[in-house]
């Protein structure tokens, strides 16, 4: 594994802060992390609002915005009440905690009563509202930790330490300066000391102060900046699921999680939909060769998926399976006899229209792949035939296809579903493209050959 001597980051989201025993299961976690030794060089822990908080904080905003000015005044205290509630339920309501979330539910309900006295939401408003939720939840996992940990855990203002652009609603981190500030502030030498250091997620500040977010679901973000400006020995984003997974487990129950996968093959999974991470959060922790683990908060005796810059030993094997339905297919037959020197053209401006998904040459002739149609299409290029039906387009990610490609087609020999398979488009990827009747059973031949010659093959190693 890696030799970096760096501290861990660790980030919690709000799908795993539910509720009172969702903050015990990651104190026992973190508990668990120390106490294994793996806090040697510190713990950075990324901690992100409540299920559901941001949604009801914009809610507030908005209806203080529309003149609301008592219905955002109560939600408000609904909010309130929620947090101290879950204070009482964890134990923690004999300290400064409780006065330290009256204090920030007061800062809010001033933020929306300038907001409501204006009439009008700015998305600089907007961003120091949202950022309450990570605020709130921060300083109930600081303290619930204090009481556990044996080291000492220290809570800092994200909006202290994270730079970032004047970009309000969807900030980029400057991560040098961030780094700069991490020391500043005392952060990396704490970590240094092997101490817990907990802070926000989602939200920084501009250099003169002022409080952006990162964008909607930006605390992987956050993360992966943090990790890249104190240089992480690994980055561990905290799920509901665990990991990424041989295919999506609400179609195939017994899909497995892939011990490791690349950068690249993760992005060819997104763009067919997945959503464990996405790729762009993580690319700070990426380009700086961090590697990136995904693990479940249910499972976390399980190591979960790891995600390297690169793959640099991968055999040569598929490694999971994702698909796009209500695909169309059409060929484009370019003038002239030199349809590839046109191709970045047409490409292009497909899409700009729809999104593509592969676009593969052969003879004379260029078939392109697109979500459902708008028929935008016909009227831009007339020259286009649409094939007749709509198509189910497989993807099958893996490292070297041109290795394995011959195995899937025989598989699938006796299948009428195959209408195409594309190899070399992508060094990651094969992509087949199925016939919506037949494609079914094709997508459960693909992905039970998946994980039984290959998956389980490699976590048995
Ligand atoms: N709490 C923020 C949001 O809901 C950030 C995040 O969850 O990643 O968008
Ligand atoms: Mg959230």
Redesign the pocket.
């Known amino acids: 594994m890696s030799s970096r001597q760096g501290p861990v980051v660790h980030k919690f989201?709000?799908s795993v802060l539910a509720d009172a025993a969702a903050f015990r299961r990651v104190s026992t976690i973190v508990h668990s992390e120390q106490q294994s030794g793996a806090f040697q060089h510190g713990a950075l822990l990324v901690i992100?609002?409540c299920a559901g908080?941001?949604?009801r904080l914009l809610a507030i905003a908005q209806a203080a915005a529309a003149g609301k000015a008592e219905q955002a005044e109560q939600e408000l205290q609904a909010l309130e009440q929620q947090h101290l509630g879950l204070v009482t339920e964890l134990g923690l309501d004999r300290g400064e905690l409780q006065e330290y979330v009256r204090r920030l539910c007061a800062e809010l309900a001033e933020l929306c009563r300038g907001i409501a006295y204006l009439g009008e939401l700015t998305l600089r408003t907007r961003d120091a509202v949202?950022g309450y939720?990570?605020l709130l939840a921060s300083a109930i996992v600081a303290e619930l930790l204090r009481r556990e940990l044996p080291v000492p855990v220290h809570l800092v203002d994200a909006r202290r330490v994270l730079l970032t652009d004047y970009h309000f609603g969807n900030a980029t981190p400057m991560i040098g300066e961030s780094g700069y500030l991490l020391q500043k502030e005392g952060v990396t030498g704490a970590l240094q000391r092997g101490e817990v250091v907990v802070t926000q997620?989602?939200i920084g500040a501009t250099p003169s102060g002022i409080p952006t977010?990162?964008?909607?679901?930006?605390?992987?973000?956050?993360a992966a900046a943090f990790a890249r400006a104190l240089e992480a020995r690994e980055l561990q984003l905290w799920k509901d699921v665990p990991g990424i997974c041989t295919a999506d487990p609400r179609r195939f129950p017994e899909a497995q999680p892939v011990a490791e996968i690349s950068y690249a093959e993760l992005q060819e999974l997104a763009r067919f939909g997945s959503k464990v991470v996405h790729p762009h959060a993580i690319s700070p922790a990426v380009s700086g060769e961090i590697p990136v683990r995904i693990r479940s908060v249910f499972a976390p005796q399980q190591p979960g998926t790891l995600v390297w810059h690169r793959r640099y030993d991968a055999p040569a094997q598929p490694l999971a399976l994702a698909w796009r339905e209500r695909c169309m297919a059409f060929r484009w037959y370019p003038k002239g006899n030199s349809p590839l020197a046109e191709m970045p053209e047409i490409v292009d401006t497909v899409r700009k229209v729809l999104e593509l998904y592969v676009v593969a040459a052969s003879q004379g002739s260029v078939l392109l792949v697109t979500g459902p149609s708008t028929g935008t299409l016909e009227e831009l290029y007339g020259k286009v035939s649409f094939l007749p039906h709509q198509f189910v387009l497989a993807c099958i990610v893996g490292n070297e296809p041109s290795r394995w490609t011959w195995e899937a087609l025989e598989l699938l020999r006796n299948s009428d579903a195959v209408s195409a398979v594309w190899t070399g488009v992508s060094p990651v990827a094969l992509y087949v493209l199925l016939e919506e009747s037949a494609a079914q059973s094709a997508l459960a031949e693909l992905h039970g050959w998946i994980l039984h010659t290959h998956a389980l093959q490699r976590l048995r190693l």
């Open positions: 989201g709000g992100s609002a908080v941001t949604d949202l939720g990570e997620g989602f977010t990162l964008g909607r679901g930006g605390s992987d973000y956050s």
